[in-house]
């Protein structure tokens, strides 16, 4: 079964420290999508980022950068330089390849940035 | 662009009483979704549609039904809410390919007292 583990529950971290949320994924398929979803205090989902699983390059948006690394099945997200407005629940997400489509969260990692 | 409207926002319902949860989608996407959110959980899927008329299970379904008459929209409907329920509920909708995110609404706050 597919799963995706956020190990990382809340991470408080003071302005500009840069900061590493873990996602890592268990799945049988060898093609598949891993996702990055935001949930600001207002609470509505916001989509990072997709990887595909054939696709190892890492990104970088900005301050935003993505590790996946598909030999310890890690999908790792860094804010460089946090600021409050990074405060959030993030979630880790694993594309179903089941015929579904649906997508397999983690539990989310709630990152506090104070000022 | 209007994309997932899930109405309504907030709800408070009574155990035993019944409601709808609307959602509609203006970007012609096939695939549509209900998920729910629990306090420190992921969320799980309760039910999902591969197109009109087309309806599935997710994980969770118990004490939930749906239908889709149309494209654009994919009401949830609780029959006899219960205190379990009381959850925050996302609609979601994608292309269906698989590269292709889904698009989530607001979510409707919930409580079943």
């Known amino acids: 079964a597919q799963k995706v583990t956020q190990a990382q529950t809340e991470i408080s971290v003071v302005e500009k420290e840069d900061v590493t949320l873990d996602c890592v994924y268990e799945?049988?398929?060898?093609?598949?999508?891993l996702f990055w979803y935001k949930q600001p205090p207002s609470g509505e989902l916001v989509f990072l980022i997709r990887r595909n699983s054939f696709d190892e390059q890492n990104e970088i948006s900005g301050r935003y950068s993505w590790n996946f690394q598909k030999s310890t099945s890690s999908f790792n997200f860094t804010i460089t330089a946090s600021q409050v407005v990074d405060s959030a629940v993030y979630f880790c997400a694993l594309r179903d390849e089941g015929g579904s489509e649906k997508l397999v969260f983690g539990k989310g990692t709630k990152l506090t940035v104070n000022p | 662009n209007a994309g997932v409207t899930q109405t309504p926002k907030f709800r408070i319902l009574k155990i035993g009483q019944s409601m709808t949860l609307q959602c509609a989608q203006d970007m012609n996407h096939n695939y549509m979704y209900w998920y729910r959110q629990d306090p420190g959980m992921g969320l799980k899927l309760i039910y999902y549609?591969?197109?009109?008329?087309?309806?599935d299970k997710g994980e969770v379904p118990n004490g939930y039904n749906v239908s889709r008459s149309t494209t654009e929209d994919f009401p949830l409907r609780l029959e006899l809410a219960a205190p379990s329920q009381t959850s925050v509920y996302f609609c979601a909708s994608s292309t269906g390919f698989s590269n292709q995110p889904q698009h989530f609404g607001d979510g409707t706050r919930l409580s079943i007292l």
């Open positions: 799945t049988r398929d060898t093609t598949y999508y």
């Open positions: 549609s591969v197109g009109a008329g087309i309806t």
